[in-house]
């Protein structure tokens, strides 16, 4: 037999490690991209001042914003360029933005890390206002109106909501005038939601609200539990404050049914009820006598009296 075909045992540990160095650098660079994305934490902006954190105390980090305006691009902040601190205040460029709309970033010099954009919470001027209320299979957000950017860009002016399941990629992303309902959840399941600003459907305004992720309860037949719209919270009303409401609601009703019953159909009766007992005085009911003339009306008598036919005057006028 020819032995061209044969593979030498050399050859075939060559190959095995050059494939094991294959899969390694595969799965290294998705751990090494992640310990990347960790070194940059807590990337926040407060009303001007924007603050982060890391992993590493000796690094040095570049801070870059962007306006509102649609050819606006990601500049460097010179005053927070490889700076060692780990906050920064952008009051000059915010003030220069109409509605303090201006977006803000940090990225670490080193490693080559992908810059982080700083979200909101609740303390931002151009950053949306979102509440989440979660009930079985469903997730709610519930989005506050921005009086001064409606006023100015009307239906041009709406929320970009992005929603994702935790650990994972975002699965949707929609624009939103108002508040969005996210049904046909999945229970114990916790799902995450970021909110901002966006004009004419592509121009995202100021920083996004921080993300926020809330666990989808399971159905729960009691009705003494309620969820609460401000957060996963869940509150339980006491059986006995629903048995004082719904004792004084039927109390209600049945003196509301008793009082029209009463108007309608006995009000005659209670009257007659209410009337103080009197007599009516015999006489008044017996006929007067005929033979008492004074109880009867008399005709006046008839008056007699002549015709005059003609009158003469005793003495002639003028005489």
Known sequence: MDGSGLVSPERRFSFGVVWFLVLFCRTA???????????????????????????ASDGE?????????????????????????????????????????????VAAQRNGEKPVEACSREGHPCSPNVTLSVSPGSLTVLLHRNPPLHAEYANNFKHRITFRKEGEEPEEQVDEFASRDFDDLEAGQRYCVQVQFVLYGENLLGPPSCEQCETIPASDPDPSKILSSTGPHVTAVSKTTQIVVVSIVVSVIFLL???????????????????????????????PPVRDPAYLAVNPSEENYDVVSSVIPKQPRGV
Not at 74 to 95: G, I, Y
Not at 261 to 286: A, M, N, V, W
């Open 29 to 55: 660079e998705p751990a090494a991209a992640v310990e990347k994305s960790s070194e940059l934490q807590n990337v926040r902006i407060n009303q001007t001042l924007l603050t982060w954190s890391s992993a």
């Open 257 to 287: 049914v008793g009082f029209a019953y009463i108007h309608l159909f006995k009000s005659r009766k209670i009257k007659e009820c209410l009337q103080p007992p009197y007599t009516i005085p015999g006489f008044f009911q017996d006929l």
């Open 61 to 105: 980090f570049s801070v870059e914003y962007r306006g509102s305006s649609f050819d606006s691009k990601w500049t460097p902040l010179d005053r927070c360029n490889q700076t060692r601190l780990t906050s920064c205040d952008v009051s000059q460029e915010q003030n220069r933005e109409e509605f303090g709309c201006l977006r803000v970033r």
